[in-house]
């Protein structure tokens, strides 16, 4: 079944702290692991995104880090700051032009 | 970069009528679009892929007669809820990707709140 499981489905970071999003997928995906940022009332932006042929992806204060072989994959945000607090969604390309994409998770950046 | 515009952003609309929501494309062609349902602190669901010029491919359990879409240029695409009932109150959502560019430029619209009274 052509799943994302993404958890916590909620987090509250501390301003500066590190905000950790962890994402697995059960079958065999193919060339694509982006993140989305959705602020309420707007659609998904995408944030960062990763091939699986890389390990780890930087840019700026967000960081992917992909393990092929545990099949899972996880959002780092460094430095967190207050208007990091939107919901945040994973996906995946299953091998055709669809996204699934992960159940969400609500974060909190609190002073 | 590109740019998906949806309208209207909020409609709301009594029991028993139709809605129409348009996405476009501002400054790319798109011969593919997406459209996504989103229930409150819910994820996003496909529910059809719109195909310029041929018929759009529904997701299963989605009702092919209940939303209707239309693809009939390369810049716009359409979604008509047709007898809306309050269960299909909701967040639309469109997405496409310039050509060439696949799920790397994928960008989402901004939304539809559709409210059925």
């Known amino acids: 079944q052509q799943q994302v499981k993404q958890s916590p489905q909620s987090l509250i970071v501390q301003k500066g702290g590190i905000s950790i999003i962890n994402c697995a997928y059960e079958?065999?995906?193919?060339?694509?692991f982006p993140w989305y940022q959705q602020f309420p009332g707007k659609g998904p932006a995408l944030l960062i995104a990763i091939r699986p042929d890389v390990s780890e992806k930087k840019e700026g204060r967000f960081t992917i880090s992909f393990n092929k072989s545990a099949k899972q994959f996880s959002l780092h945000i460094m430095d967190s700051q207050p208007g990091d607090s939107a919901t945040y969604f994973c996906?995946?390309?299953?091998?055709?032009?669809?996204?699934?994409f992960g159940t969400g998770t609500r974060l909190t950046i609190i002073p | 970069g590109a740019v998906v515009s949806q309208h209207p952003s909020r409609v709301i609309c009594k029991s028993g009528t139709s809605v129409k929501i348009e996405c476009r494309s501002l400054?790319?062609?798109?011969?593919?679009m997406f459209w996504y349902r989103q229930f409150p602190k819910q994820s996003l669901m496909l529910m059809a892929t719109s195909n310029e010029g041929s018929k759009a491919t529904y997701e299963q359990g989605v009702e092919k007669d209940k939303f209707l879409i239309n693809h009939a240029s390369l810049t716009l695409s359409t979604l008509t809820v047709t007898s809306a009932h309050p269960e299909d109150s909701s967040f639309y959502i469109c997405s496409a990707s310039p050509p060439g560019q696949g799920f790397y430029g994928y960008t989402f619209g901004s939304g539809t709140r559709l409210t059925v009274v």
């Open positions: 079958n065999t995906a193919f060339d694509y």
């Open positions: 400054d790319f062609q798109a011969t593919t």
């Open positions: 996906a995946a390309n299953f091998g055709n032009e669809k996204l699934t």
